[in-house]
């Protein structure tokens, strides 16, 4: 059983557009967090967000975590090919149990 | 900056060979794990370690063990490698109350024929 479902697992967009990724659970977290893994190498932490109904930006990226802390949205404005790499989220829940959700793969066409 | 770092990128092992894959962090964190990454299945976990000398079972335990001798070093042992071994291994440390923010290392991609 997966805690943390992501959506979509694959997105192909064009340079300049916007997207959103979504992940979602039935339980709720203490914490959550972004990485965003390029081709070849290990993930990166991007964001952490504790508080429900936290909203973080960083430049064109923009993180939200559910009123509920049960789920979190990352959207991106005017993707580029730069982004192009998998998305995680992550959390730890009440019962300090720590999960990765399956990822988002991104790929941004110039 | 915090530095993982795996001590191969890619190894290629016959079915049956051990295997070792080490791990160094240079920030003196307490947490380590090592992950396998398997396309649709997402991180594994397969152990993690809170201290030196001490190791706990992760979600997929069942062919790997681990060694921690050092704090800044993790390593990880398949016994007798199979063929369904054959995936991405990704080592990560974190402080001690920092779980959810762990750092990465660049990952072992191992390859068992």
């Known amino acids: 059983t997966q805690l943390l479902e992501q959506s979509p697992q694959f997105l192909s967009i064009q340079e300049g557009e916007n997207l959103t990724v979504y992940c979602n659970s039935s339980s709720v977290f203490s914490s959550l967090q972004w990485y965003r893994q390029e081709p070849g190498e290990g993930p990166v932490l991007l964001v952490t967000v504790v508080t429900g109904g936290e909203v973080k930006k960083l430049k064109r990226l923009t993180f939200q975590f559910g009123d509920a802390r049960k789920d979190s949205s990352l959207h991106i404005t005017a993707a580029q090919p730069g982004d192009t790499g998998l998305y995680l989220c992550?959390?730890?829940?009440?019962?300090?149990?720590?999960?990765f959700g399956t990822g988002t793969s991104l790929t941004v066409i110039p | 900056d915090v530095k993982v770092t795996q001590s191969s990128r890619y190894l290629v092992k016959r079915t049956g060979e051990k295997v070792f894959l080490e791990c160094v962090q240079d920030?003196?964190?307490?947490?380590m794990f090592w992950y396998r990454q398997d396309p649709g299945l997402g991180l594994r976990l397969i152990y993690f370690s809170y201290d030196v000398k001490m190791k706990e079972k992760g979600d997929i335990p069942e062919g790997y063990s681990v060694s921690r001798e050092k704090k800044e070093r993790f390593s990880l042992i398949l016994e007798s490698a199979s063929t369904n071994q054959t995936s991405m291994y990704l080592c990560a440390s974190c402080g001690w109350r920092q779980i959810y923010e762990q750092y990465f290392g660049p990952g072992t991609r191992l390859t068992v024929t």
């Open positions: 920030m003196d964190h307490e947490n």
């Open positions: 992550a959390g730890e829940d009440t019962g300090n149990q720590f999960y």
